[in-house]
């Protein structure tokens, strides 16, 4: 009777450091897009290239852009990604939409809307 050994894959040291510095620089990125979106976003009001409505629109869709790019990227390079951020992407993407187009909602139902789209999404992923 033959025995299976159990084989398992463990990182080296130097491929664990060398993910954790990607993931680093891909934060590193993120947050550099942000100032610069955010800096950007209040350059163009007071130049009167945009309203302020306009402007938060810009910032609450560009944050989530900004935060559903970093966890593709994450995806891309085999880096686990958050759940959070990715959530929280969608939503400040639908809200930067939602308010730079001036349609007004409720936040609290966008939110229970984007958790029940989570839930069934994770029934039908099992």
Do not use: Q
Not at 17 to 24: D, P
Not at 38 to 60: N, P
């Amino acid at each position: 009777m033959a025995h299976m050994a159990k084989v398992e894959v463990v990182m080296d040291e130097k491929a664990l450091f060398a993910r954790r510095m990607l993931n680093f620089k891909l934060v590193k990125l993120s947050w550099a897009l942000f100032f610069i979106l955010i800096g950007g976003s209040w350059i163009l009001e007071s130049l009167k290239k945009i309203d302020s409505t306009e402007k938060w629109g810009i910032i609450y869709a560009g944050c989530g852009v900004i935060l559903l790019l970093l966890n593709l990227l994450r995806v891309a390079w085999k880096i686990n990604i958050s759940d959070f951020t990715t959530w929280l992407g969608i939503v400040g993407l639908i809200l930067g939409i939602a308010k730079y187009f001036n349609f007004e909602f409720e936040i609290w139902a966008t939110l229970i809307l984007i958790f029940g789209i989570k839930m069934l999404l994770g029934v039908f992923r099992k």
